[in-house]
C-alpha cells in the first residue's frame, strides 16, 4: 500500500528553471495539499485542492502553479525558480471527513541556486 | 483565523526523563480538530494522534499521553520515560470548520533531543 507518492526525492535547480514536482495517493481521497516547511517555520501550505479538476491557495501561493486533473494525482510547478524557494516539499491528502488525519509523502527536497 | 503556537523550539533531555512539549492554539471556531505529528530524522511524517474539541478526556497510548485543555486553548504532549528514538521534530496543529479546504494549521514546530 503506497499510500501517498512523490517524485523526485532531491532536486537542484538553477535560478529562472522551472519543474514540476509529482504527487500521486492511493487512498482515493478527496483533498490534496502541497506544503513547504522550511527552519523554524513549520508548514506552510501553498495551495490545495478539494477535488478533482479544482484547486485554491493557501498561505504562501506566489510563485507555483498547481494542477489536478485526476483525482489521485496533484501537481505542483514552479515556473521561474528563485533562491527563496530552497525548501523542502511535502504533498498530503486526507478523506472528506474534518476529523480525517493528513497523510504525508516523504517530501522533495528542493536547493534552488 | 485559526493559529498554533509551540513556544518550544529546542528541548534537550537524558533518556529516561519525561518531557512535555506544549501547544497553544487560537480559533474562533467552538468545534474544532487538533493533532499531533512526529518527523523523525529520516524526514517523514507520522500522525500521532487526534483530538475532537468536544472531547476533553486525556488520551494515553504507551509513554505517550496528551492533556487537552479548552480553559487554556493548549493540547500538549507528554512523553514519559524519553528514548533516544524518541528524537524527532513534533509538531501540533489545529483544523476548524471555518475552513473550505479542511487544512491544517501547524505550529512551527519543537525539536526534542533525547540523549542517552
Known amino acids: 500500500n503506497a499510500g501517498v507518492t512523490q517524485t523526485p526525492k532531491f532536486r537542484v535547480l538553477k535560478t529562472g528553471q522551472s519543474m514540476t514536482l509529482l504527487c500521486a495517493q492511493d487512498?482515493?481521497?478527496?483533498?490534496m495539499y502541497w506544503y513547504r516547511q522550511d527552519p523554524g517555520m513549520g508548514l506552510r501550505l501553498i495551495h490545495y485542492s478539494v477535488g478533482e479538476g479544482t484547486t485554491a491557495k493557501g498561505e504562501v501561493p506566489d510563485g507555483y502553479n498547481v494542477s489536478r486533473l485526476k483525482k489521485q494525482n496533484f501537481l505542483l510547478g514552479l515556473e521561474s525558480a528563485a533562491p527563496s524557494q530552497t525548501s523542502v516539499y511535502f504533498c498530503?491528502?486526507?478523506?472528506?471527513?474534518?476529523?480525517?488525519?493528513?497523510?504525508f509523502g516523504n517530501g522533495t527536497r528542493l536547493t534552488v541556486t | 483565523a485559526q493559529k498554533v503556537t509551540q513556544a518550544q523550539t529546542e528541548i534537550s533531555v537524558v533518556e529516561k526523563e519525561d518531557v512535555t512539549l506544549d501547544c497553544v492554539y487560537e480559533t474562533r471556531d467552538t468545534t474544532y480538530y487538533l493533532f499531533w505529528y512526529k518527523q523523525p530524522p529520516s524526514g517523514e511524517l507520522v500522525f500521532l494522534i487526534r483530538r475532537n474539541s468536544f472531547d476533553e478526556q486525556n488520551e494515553i497510548s504507551g509513554r505517550y499521553s496528551w492533556n487537552f485543555q479548552k480553559s487554556t486553548s493548549s493540547f500538549n504532549f507528554t512523553i514519559t520515560a524519553s528514548q533516544v528514538v524518541d528524537s524527532a521534530v513534533y509538531f501540533c496543529?489545529?483544523?476548524?470548520?471555518?475552513?473550505?479546504?479542511?487544512?491544517?494549521?501547524f505550529g512551527g514546530g519543537t525539536r526534542l533531543m533525547v540523549k542517552p
Open positions: 498530503a491528502s486526507r478523506a472528506a471527513m474534518k476529523n480525517s488525519p493528513l497523510h
Open positions: 487512498m482515493n481521497h478527496e483533498y
Open positions: 496543529a489545529l483544523s476548524d470548520l471555518n475552513n473550505a479546504g479542511n487544512m491544517l494549521t
